[in-house]
């Protein structure tokens, strides 16, 4: 792993590049694709969740009483920027089942690169959770910065950032945007194209998650 000033966390686990390779490759089925994203999402969800707080509950083992440590009371809530997000989503759930969900609907101009809007529905009580917000592709980051400002908006304050994929754009994007809010990818890519595509990336992640193309 490699941490700039707490930024941003590269996960450069050995199975998280091995699958994220296969996933980049282009003859790499929709199924494949999937799979491996839920695969990666809980090693990556294993990462971002490493500092969550922990107190300690009375329990016996068969042996003996012991005060064993348990995931301290302040609830998480996981957002999935759409639609890609969901790929991510799934994965990290299954880590953590009792987290709630919301859902951030944004689509990015393909002219302005800029975000749009379409959906915001997210728990109610935003200010006394963990917020992990989920999205595969930072590229831009101006989607990113937008949903993070609208959770910001709606009362978070403690965010955290998912994604598989990094362009040196995008992270710069975020830190100057939301420098508190901590970024967790698998992989930093080279750059970004004139598109907007993460170079070399790994394609549409939706269009690839959904087989959309
Ligand atoms: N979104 C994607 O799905 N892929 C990219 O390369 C950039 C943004």
Redesign the pocket.
């Known amino acids: 792993m490699s941490e700039d000033a707490q930024h941003l966390t590269i996960v450069n686990h050995p199975l998280i590049q091995h699958k994220l390779t296969i996933m980049r490759d282009k003859d790499t089925s929709t199924a494949g694709f999937r799979r491996l994203l839920r695969e990666i999402s809980q090693l990556l969800a294993y990462e971002i969740t490493r500092d969550l707080p922990l107190t300690t509950r009375a329990i016996e083992t068969p042996l003996c009483e012991m005060d064993a440590p348990v995931l301290d009371g302040k609830k998480l809530a996981l957002i999935s920027i759409l639609r890609?997000g969901n790929g991510l989503l799934d994965g990290v759930l299954e880590l953590i089942p009792a987290a709630r969900v919301g859902f951030v609907g944004l689509y990015?101009d393909e002219e302005t690169l800029q975000p749009v809007q379409y959906y915001f529905k997210v728990p109610e009580d935003l200010s006394s959770r963990i917020v992990i917000a989920v999205d595969?592709?930072l590229?831009t980051g101006n989607s990113s910065a937008a949903a993070i400002d609208l959770l910001k908006e709606a009362g978070a304050t403690d965010i955290r950032f998912l994604c598989l994929l990094a362009a040196p754009e995008g992270v710069a994007r975020m830190k100057e945007a939301h420098p508190d809010v901590p970024v967790v990818t698998a992989a930093l890519d080279e750059k970004l194209t004139e598109n907007?595509?993460?170079w070399p990336?790994?394609?549409?992640?939706?269009d690839r998650m959904f087989g959309t193309k």
Do not use: N
């Open positions: 890609a990015r595969p592709m590229a907007g595509y993460i990336g790994l394609g549409d992640a939706g």
